[in-house]
Nanobody, 123 residues
């Protein structure tokens, strides 16, 4: 069974930075895209970033220029560097493994999910 585990969340002041990591164990990693999503209280889960198998990336408009996704295929790990954090970035952040090699922002295109890590940004 494929397992994903996120880490790196926490409490940070507005303008600060955090780096999230997601380690994937068992199953395919290097051939598939990986996504980051988030869910704030009372809101639906939303797309944040996708990292293609080659390292290419795409982002939600709300985080472009502030967040950077990357991956290390040798370590089966994907990262999300989050800079200039804002209170509206507060959410549980999830990594997920796509069923495709290329970009997808649709939740339904991801078949394995981590348990999530809490990010709280204070004003």
């Amino acid at each position: 069974q494929v397992q994903l585990v996120e880490s790196g969340g926490g409490l940070v002041q507005a303008g600060g930075s955090l780096r999230l990591s997601c380690v994937v164990s068992r199953g395919t990693f290097s051939d598939l895209a990986m996504g980051w999503f988030r869910q704030a209280p009372g809101k639906e889960r939303e797309f944040v970033a996708v990292i293609g198998w080659s390292g290419s990336t795409d982002y939600a408009d709300s985080v472009k220029g502030r967040f950077t996704g990357s991956r290390d295929n040798a370590k089966n790990t994907v990262y999300l560097q989050m800079n200039n954090l804002k209170p509206e970035d507060t959410a549980v952040y999830y990594c997920a493994r796509s069923i495709y090699t290329t970009w997808s922002t649709a939740l339904g295109h991801y078949n394995y999910w981590g348990p999530g890590t809490q990010v709280t940004v204070s004003s």
